[in-house]
């Protein structure tokens, strides 16, 4: 079982960058394929990337698509730039193993999930 823990968030103007950073402790990260999801509040939890185990392939929500990257080491990372205020929400981390047949683009392909941290981008 692994454990996830992100850190990065912050608030930040419009047209801004930040770089979330996600770690995993009790297994290693890279037995488990990792995506980024925003949630606002009162807001259902909405996918915003997502990596293979390897790095090798990574795919992106539309309304972030050009202006995010995703990348892994032994952390996983979001770089966020040209940010805007509809970007704001907390994000989380999530680990999903190699046993989970739910779709990636949604929370249920996820089996592991950090505690979030919080972006806030004003304009």
């Known amino acids: 079982q692994v454990q996830l823990v992100e850190s990065g968030g912050g608030s930040v103007q419009a047209g801004g960058s930040l770089t979330l950073s996600c770690a995993a402790s009790?297994?290693?990260?890279?037995?488990?394929?990792a995506g980024w999801f925003r949630q606002a509040p009162g807001k259902d939890r909405i996918f915003v990337a997502a990596?293979?185990?390897?790095?090798a392939v990574t795919f992106y929500g539309d309304s972030v698509r050009g202006r995010f990257t995703i990348s892994r080491d032994n952390k996983v990372y979001l770089q966020m730039n040209a940010l805007k205020p509809e970007d704001t929400g907390t994000y989380f981390c999530?680990?999903?193993?190699?046993?989970?047949?739910?779709?990636?683009?949604?929370?249920?392909?996820?089996?592991?999930w950090g505690q979030g941290t919080q972006v806030t981008v004003s304009s």
């Open positions: 990596t293979t185990r390897t790095g």
């Open positions: 999530a680990a999903r193993s190699s046993s989970n047949d739910n779709s990636d683009w949604y929370p249920a392909g996820y089996d592991y």
């Open positions: 009790g297994d290693t990260f890279s037995n488990y394929a």
